[in-house]
């Protein structure tokens, strides 16, 4: 309240009492009249200032754009509320529905938000808390201009609200259930928002009311009726109004119309993605990656068309209620789902990219190392994403997380073949036992690896089938890698018939030393040949040495012609190669020769006299004169002969 200020009554403004007369005599009487009045003059130039600024201070009122909504009491929050419907009712009634634009939804918008804001939509998930929130927003103003509310000053304001209070303060509007409940914003100032059990029943409280007469002015009557049929700024209101009664008349919330809008659009999408749906089953093996970025087209698509979907329905056909809510969540969860497919497919694109440098091979250890770790980066991001998406449409991550936690132990009793098919994969390419394109021995199998994949290990036989193990059953078994031998081991036993003489016995040996020493393909150190041992039917003569190659067909022919070769120095000893066979001799025993056995008998008999029969071993006298007394090499060798010159 301006309190207006009077000039006070001094002593120089007493003149002015007097009567005129006495002035117009007396030149000291003029001198002091003069003076009193410009005193006064400029004492009233400043008073009417002071007033006029006063006027004018207290008949403005300042504007401050930045200022924050008033919700610190039930009768602020309630007050609040309602101007800011009747704003938004005012706006769409005076300006918009006559003359729609894009500026003026975004006004509308604008407005309606701080209604929005005056709800606690906590419980309400966020990809559905915009929608939900706006339209019970409506039904709420609504329901209030319909019931009685008790007079301004018996609502609760901030005077009557409880000092430096921890606990909660709810304030139901008289004879209803609409609560209004205070919270602590993030500047720890407390504020009064609708609950979120009122809101949640907003729709119901409208149905119950919404025959019943406005209790109080409203500039726009019928709100939620405007909303439910009419559209967006590129769908005038007057078009709506010329409808049919039977297109405007709501059904299920909505609109005949925009239910019809709904199904073309709807259409026109299955019919975009349908043709790309095509698309994206095009394959060609001469170019994996156009293959791969084929596959990109369908989850890129419905990445683009949901968001478009999302805007019509929203803003052009407006879509009200759960409808609207529905929508919205759907909406959200294809993107998301889309997002993480679009990652997932992305992966392969980038592994192929990246292969088709020609410093790595298609099919070599690094492209398969490459499309690996691409698919677990893309598996991880398109699993983030889809916990974000889960915790906008309400179902929170560290709910879920916590539940794979209980669950765990079934569920890591479940993938123990996944997760040890995954370990022995990862084992396979750090330890690279084999790589794509080698020739191994697998159990009792052989074959060629085809692929290493995250979970198995394609190996085609020598029978040309494909065989695939898991990589965890790979990882256990002995495979012998024959790709990646420096040298191929040659090794046989011959074995020549018992009727070998010793001296055709020397000669096979020391032939077939010179075969290995002369062929080309066979390495030097280490190659051997040597009299092995007595058989059950043959003299076994094993032969040792390794051929310079590590081709198996050209090995199968070096082997080939050294086996003939073999042959050749057999035959020419005049002796031959034993096979199992038993040979009947019908010929007259001569017996043992009784001069040797004699001789041996009594040569034994001396031992026996003389105390030094060898049994059960020598005596230390005979260890030292007869240790290192046989002649080796053998007399006659080549070997024995240089010992001697050296």
Sequence with gaps: ??????????????????????????APGMRAFSTARDRLRRLAILWVLFFGVTVTAAGQESVQPLKPLDRSSPRAALKTFLDSGDKLGAFLGNEYLESPSRAGF????????????????????????????????????????????????????????????????????????????????????????????????????????????????????NLSWILATGGGWMVPYSWVRGLPDWLQRPIGGQAPWKWIGLLLVLGIVAVLLRRVYRLSRWRNKKH?????????????????????????????????????????????????????????????????????????????IDAHLIRIFTRLLGLVLAVALLFVGADRLGLHAYAIIAGLGVGGLAIALAAQPTVENLIGGFSLFADKPVRVGDFCKYGDDVGTIEAIGIRSTRIRGIDRTVTTIPNGVLSKMSVVNFTQRDLMLLKTVIGLRYETTPEQLRFVLAKLRELLLAHPMVTPEPSRVRFAGFGECSLNVEVFAYVGTKDWNEFLGIQEDIYLRMIDVVAASGTGIAFPSQTLYFARDG????????????????????????????????????????????????????????
């Design 106 to 221: 975004h006004q509308a918008i604008v407005l309606s938000d701080i209604a929005l804001s005056g709800l606690d939509l906590s419980e309400i998930p966020l990809a559905a808390r915009e929608r939900t929130g706006r339209a019970a927003a409506v039904a709420l103003y609504g329901v209030l201009n319909r019931i009685p509310l008790p007079a301004w000053e018996a609502i609760p304001d901030g005077t009557e609200l409880p000092a430096n209070g921890t606990s909660t303060i709810r304030w139901v509007i008289p004879d209803t259930e609409i609560v209004l409940e205070s919270s602590t914003d993030s500047t720890g100032e407390m504020k009064f928002l609708f609950s979120p059990e009122t809101v949640k029943r907003a729709f119901e409280f409208h149905e119950k009311v919404k025959e019943l007469p406005y209790q109080r002015a409203v500039p726009l009557e």
């Design 1 to 26: 309240m301006t309190k207006r200020i009077s000039p006070s009554k001094d002593s120089h403004l007493e003149p002015l009492k007097r009567p005129a007369g006495l002035f117009i005599h007396s």
């Design 591 to 646: 017996g043992l020769d009784p001069d040797k056995s004699t001789a041996a008998v009594a040569e034994v008999q001396q031992w026996r006299a003389a105390q030094k029969l060898p049994f059960p071993d020598f005596d230390i006298e005979f260890r030292k004169t007869h240790r290192d007394t046989l002649d080796y090499p053998p007399s006659g060798s080549s070997t024995a002969e240089s010992k001697k010159q050296g």
């Design 288 to 364: 994996p990656f156009l293959e791969t970025l084929a596959q990109l087209t369908l989850p890129a698509s419905i990445l683009v068309l949901t968001p478009i979907v999302l805007y019509l329905t929203r803003v052009q056909l407006k879509l009200v209620g759960s409808v609207a809510v529905g929508t919205e969540v759907v909406g959200t969860a294809l993107m998301f789902l889309a997002g993480a497919w679009l990652v997932w497919r992305a992966a392969p694109v980038l592994a192929e990219a990246a292969i088709s440098s020609p410093r790595i091979k298609r099919e070599s």
